[in-house]
């Protein structure tokens, strides 16, 4: 279970002078769940989109099982990376199951003569992928809303959507960017079953978290990213003991708003301190 | 008016007061106005209105109605059908479903329009109202009548203030009971009987002789549609179409066939093949506007390529490539060809580009081509297009012996030159029809969509945004320049002029694009509508003349301010403009409780 899925080899990204990512070196391997935290403005964001070819990293490579990725969206997923979006990026106007179908784009391959002419294999291929969206559909508990507008549904469920639409590329591996931002804790506690389903089906997740009892649960390795620099990656009880970890979260104070989430961070470190049996069971694979 | 709903009772009972209405009448009187006054409306048709017959449509005979007078008389008609209706008469009730007061309220007032507006136009035309008999002061106070009557219906929120009352007795009533399931043959009659309807209104507009018929003729079109609309019988009507799609498709195409032999006079068909050319590229510029969210301000000039082409290899003796001579089969896929490749070479270089930058662009290019076109004289440039006399004497088709240029009688019709080639644009549009409907319901046609809804997220899923943008551009450059190789034939010749970005008269990228928003970005009947509409209004409205851009400006304006969505609403779009009352959208519960209005009726 070691063979690496995603290679990151010293990865900067820099807008003018401030460089947002500094040499980053990550892997991801097949199976794992890695969970990657750090304070508001770390470069998470920005990190993910260095992966995906949303930006062209100033330095650095990214490989998916090897081959090296061009910095281009759709070339990254159609070699197997599929993410989602901090901000949910849903095609609003679009029902349920057109959001999924349009997730299996690379999968299919129909173009404009085969959608004129509509030859059985233009309606195999529609059937087929028709399939696979309901089948996404049911994984996810949205197949009864298929033909819903994605922008009527309630928050928690865009959220599903989006990893439903990403998961239809039949990714090797999954992005989330901040899966339960702005959900109740029975919705994280759902995302989270929904993570381990997805690691199940052989797809490698790779998440940015804010809460800490979500991410220290699921992730078999955590990274903290801290002002654009891998500071520390380990198993969730290495870092959660890692002193520069609580420096960044505590001592430095950023501004802006550190009310609710710190808290709950708090929070979370706590209860993880008191029973850090509890944390998922991990693959004990410090790096 | 409104002073007397108001009047505070100052012993008020807890219970709320009946509703009431803005005229103050007791109900009997109400209706009995609206059925009265319609009936008087009707029957005042019949009367002499002027005493001239310069007016056109001779309004002077007693006893026979005349142009307008007609109009007046099928307006006082809907309005007695529908205040029968409001009795509760047996048989009449389908046309009331919510029983609420706005399609009364509309029929009266689409009568009182047509009416007042052909008073005035009688004494400012002649000068004066004394060239007014009688009659036209009985038709002028009759109409008023159910005006009066409506208003006096009672209405739920009457006296919260004028503007408010008004508009709820205009409003549609948010929810209206379905209808009983009925058989699919009666389902299919019904949309017979209303294609055959709608040929004939649709026919009508288009033989309007003169400006204030076809004024007149909106004024009662206008008004009983919405009337329509808001007793919920269009909604019932686009279920029956939803459930019927392949029959109701092939139903509009057998009214487009028909309409030809509806005509006695060319010059209708003359005008029915113009409006299926500007439809049908207003429809391919449906699938880069509507469909890829590409704003493209230069597209006519697509048009003008595949014109050009068939121009050149179509046999004229003035075209510089003078004795080609290619069957119309090959002239055609030659113009869609050559736009294409122009499609190609202006959207490869700017695709790249968002939003703004792309409609900058593309109006820079549409207006170079019509600029090049004009220079290509063999002066300033290679002689290839003739400059701005254009390619003259384009002969006519000759397909299979059947000589488009000739009248032919076909089972006792004569179907004169343009009627001949109104058919063959029926056949292109509806070849334009089926790529658009195709390609729009594909994995190609969803890729479109997610572009046009947020263009990372969709590159993120895999589209390569740019591919899929060029295939959209060229795909409607095709569709325009195949739609440009007959107009280079109905036309006799080619000229750069119509090939602007801006013009009083169809085609030019702007009314093209006016007509696609206007009748509806996403659909297919909206195009076609709209451009149906864009076509008609400067051509009947000759006396607006240089105002006419003027009137459609303040027209768009007036549209996008209350239905932005167009006339005839894509699902989507209607969603994203209105919030609230999403009709389709069940909540929560409804997927297992009775299905909303608009999905009822199958
Ligand atoms: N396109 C951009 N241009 C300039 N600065 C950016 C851009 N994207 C992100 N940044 C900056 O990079 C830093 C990291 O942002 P981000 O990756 O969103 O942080 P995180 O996701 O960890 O909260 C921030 O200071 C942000 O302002
Ligand atoms: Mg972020």
Known sequence: MTTPVLEARDVTMRFGGLTAVRSVDFTVNAGEIVGLIGPNGAGKTTFFNCLTGLYVPTEGTVSYKGTVLPPKPHLVTQAGIARTFQNIRLFANMTVLENVLVGRHTRTKEGLWSALLRGPGFKKAERESEERAMELLEFIGLAHKRDHLARNLPYGEQRKLEIARAMASEPGLLLLDEPTAGMNPQETRATEELVFAIRDKGIAVLLIEHDMRFVFNLSDRV?????????????????????????????????????????????????????PSTTSSTKGEAK | MTETTKTPAPDATPAPPAPRGLVPLPL?????????????????????WTWTSEFPGDLTITGYPGGLQWLTFTAGLLTTLYALAAYGIRGLGWLLPARNNAPLVLNALGGFAVTWFTVIAISAELGGVVNLEPG???????????????????????????????????????????????APWVQR????????????????????????????????VVFALWALHTAGLLDRFSALVAANRSFTLAM??????????????DHYANIGVNILIFGTVALGLN?????????????????????????????????????????????????????LVFGVLIGAPTLRLRGDYLAIVTLGFGEIF??????????SGPDVTNGPNGIPSIPDLNLFGFNFGQAHDIGGFTLGRFANYYLLMVLIMAIVVLV???????????????????ETAATAMGINGFRVKLVAFALGAALAGLAGTVSAHVTYSVVPTPYQFAGSTPPNSAFLLAAVVLGGMGTVAGPLLGAALLYLLPEKLVFLQEKSLLAFGIALILLMRFRPEGIIANRRRQLEFHETGQLDVPKQTTLTDEPAVTKAGA
Do not use: C
């Not at chain 2, 004229?316 to 736009?339: K, M, Y």
């Open chain 1, 223 to 275: 990274a903290v990213l801290v002002q654009g620099e891998k500071l520390v990656e380990g198993t969730a009880e290495v870092v959660q003991a890692d002193e520069r970890v609580v420096a960044a979260y505590l001592g430095e104070p950023f501004e802006g708003d550190p009310g609710e989430a710190e808290a709950a961070e708090v929070e979370a470190a706590e209860a993880a301190a008191e029973a």
């Open chain 2, 28 to 48: 009997a009187a109400a209706r009995a106005l609206l059925l009265g006054g319609g009936i008087a409306t009707a029957a005042s048709a019949f009367l002499a």
């Open chain 2, 136 to 182: 036209g002061w009985i038709a002028a106070v009759a109409s008023l009548l159910p005006v009066l009557g409506a208003f006096a219906l009672p209405q739920e929120h009457a006296g919260e203030g004028t503007k408010e009352t008004l508009k709820a007795y205009i409003a549609k009533p948010e929810r209206i009971a379905a209808p009983q399931a009925v």
């Open chain 2, 189 to 220: 009659a019904v949309i017979t009987v209303v294609t055959i309807i709608g040929l004939g209104v649709f026919t009508y507009g288009i033989d309007t002789e003169y400006g204030e018929l076809f004024v007149g003729y909106l004024f009662v």
């Open chain 2, 252 to 265: 509009g195409f057998a009214a487009a066939i028909a309409f030809p032999f509806t005509q006695t006079d």
């Open chain 2, 287 to 339: 699938i880069v506007v509507g469909l890829a969210g590409l704003l493209d301000l230069g597209y006519v000039a697509f048009l003008g390529v595949g014109a050009y082409t068939a121009a050149l290899v179509s046999g004229s003796e003035f075209s510089t490539i003078s004795g080609v001579h290619l069957p119309f089969w090959a002239s055609a896929l030659a113009g869609a060809a050559a736009s």
């Open chain 2, 370 to 379: 019509r600029i090049a076109v004009n220079n290509m004289d063999g002066q």
């Open chain 2, 436 to 454: 658009y409907t195709r390609a729009a319901d594909s994995r190609i046609g969803r890729s479109w969509i997610a572009i046009r809804e947020d």
